[in-house]
DNA sequence: TAGATTGTTAATCGATTAACAATC
DNA sequence: TAGATTGTTAATCGATTAACAATC
């Protein structure tokens, strides 16, 4: 047995390697080298085989690497050869849309509860789950056994409703309120931050763009 | 004239920066230091001095730095402190929530058309803005002045909608599709890759939290 | 066998952090 | 003046890339 500390960078390049092995395995593809994966991910090939020589050795020299094979174990990796149960907190516009978008079944990942603070709203259904009102939350996630929350709520009540699934034991938060949000460690928080990546998005327009250059007086 | 080569790194930390600058100026805080920024937005102090000092000398010795001027020098620096037209491909769930979700206004990015390949929804109207087809893209944009483009279709469609808006001339993409996009230098592709922020979390979920330390056989 | 491609080491590159003189 | 905090250099740390022996 070797123990590895394995980089954030290694690990969130994992899942964009399985979702383009799941595209290759339903055109029926069976092969793939390093090469191939770095022109269509823009990722040196190096690092490919880098990143999955940090697991194992899946590959074969002269060969590649099999398409099938590789998504098992890149599944294992990531866990998602288990189901792995989720809670969304916040059923605004987003909120709904995440519900709706069940791309993560096959992931085994699954939205299993669905809160919102305004008690109005409890009863009404979104895609098959009833909107619950907060106060049945930690009740909820010990009940179903959800390890994962996902906050969908305005930026000021986002530390609020993140202490409350860190108290009912979730063990990852991702994030798409446009805060930081504090977490003791033992609690893993992912951070989608799409008004973050449009504003950063508005440096480039004007500028040359030669590898991130810019001009300033 | 000095010229230099920000890396994109510290391109992403401003939003953030100015998100909370934002918040501090709400709250009246006129003051603010580095190690204050730090603490509350989990950076190491001497990298937010060092981020800022790539632009400038904003801050104060002794005393830190004054809040809305540094607010105003991070607009300038992200270009935010004059208009940008965004349009927006998609009209499922999340292009919807997108739409309402009006919070660039402030910062000066507004999504000031919508379209969608079903030609049934044309005319439809999302928060005031009425549904187009695709095939008036280009002179949308041309009109309009658009030099944002956001997608949000399926995964299929995401390179086909990426050509047809560089095509018209946009200069920045924000991909919401979990496929990765190729283009010509000269546009600029963020991506926001919320299936793979899920996925990457799940591996966090059983290891010890001690800085990504995982154990494998 | 000849060509291809992995796994892995060494070299490079870039980003973060520590430390401190300058100075408010 | 004494305490605080910046701007910036040097040191550290970590991640990416190049190169190549091993081998299919």
């Given at each position: 047995?070797?123990?590895?500390?394995?980089?954030?960078?290694?690990?969130?390049?994992?899942?964009?390697?399985?979702?383009?092995?799941?595209?290759?395995?339903?055109?029926?593809?069976?092969?793939?080298?390093?090469?191939?994966?770095?022109?269509?991910?823009?990722?040196?090939?190096?690092?490919?085989r880098?990143?999955?020589?940090?697991?194992?050795?899946?590959?074969?020299?002269?060969?590649?690497?099999?398409?099938?094979?590789?998504?098992?174990?890149?599944r294992h990796i990531?866990?998602?050869?288990k189901p792995?149960?989720?809670?969304l907190?916040?059923?605004?516009?987003?909120?709904?849309?995440?519900?709706?978008?069940?791309m993560y079944?096959?992931?085994?990942?699954?939205?299993?509860?669905?809160?919102?603070?305004?008690?109005?709203?409890?009863?009404?259904?979104?895609?098959?789950?009833?909107?619950?009102?907060?106060r049945?939350?930690?009740?909820?996630?010990?009940?179903l056994?959800?390890?994962?929350?996902?906050?969908?709520v305005?930026?000021?009540?986002?530390?609020?409703?993140?202490?409350?699934?860190?108290?009912?034991?979730?063990?990852?938060?991702?994030?798409?309120?446009?805060?930081?949000?504090?977490?003791?460690?033992?609690?893993?928080?992912?951070?989608?931050?799409?008004?973050?990546?449009?504003?950063?998005l508005?440096?480039?327009?004007?500028?040359?763009?030669?590898?991130?250059?810019?001009?300033?007086?």
């Amino acid at each position: 047995m070797k123990s590895f500390k394995i980089s954030e960078a290694v690990i969130r390049r994992l899942p964009i390697y399985l979702r383009f092995l799941n595209d290759l395995s339903q055109s029926g593809i069976q092969t793939v080298s390093s090469q191939d994966l770095g022109e269509k991910l823009d990722l040196n090939p190096a690092q490919i085989r880098k990143d999955l020589a940090y697991f194992g050795e899946f590959g074969r020299k002269g060969v590649g690497y099999n398409v099938d094979y590789l998504i098992e174990k890149i599944r294992h990796i990531l866990k998602l050869d288990k189901p792995m149960n989720v809670a969304l907190v916040g059923t605004g516009n987003l909120g709904r849309a995440l519900c709706n978008y069940n791309m993560y079944l096959k992931d085994n990942m699954k939205i299993v509860a669905v809160f919102d603070a305004d008690e109005s709203k409890s009863g009404t259904l979104i895609n098959h789950l009833t909107v619950q009102p907060m106060r049945e939350l930690t009740s909820v996630v010990k009940e179903l056994d959800i390890s994962v929350g996902i906050i969908t709520v305005p930026a000021p009540e986002a530390q609020n409703v993140a202490d409350q699934f860190i108290t009912a034991g979730v063990r990852g938060i991702l994030n798409f309120a446009p805060v930081v949000l504090k977490a003791h460690s033992g609690v893993r928080i992912h951070h989608v931050d799409f008004t973050a990546e449009l504003l950063s998005l508005a440096y480039y327009m004007d500028h040359i763009q030669e590898k991130s250059e810019g001009v300033f007086e």
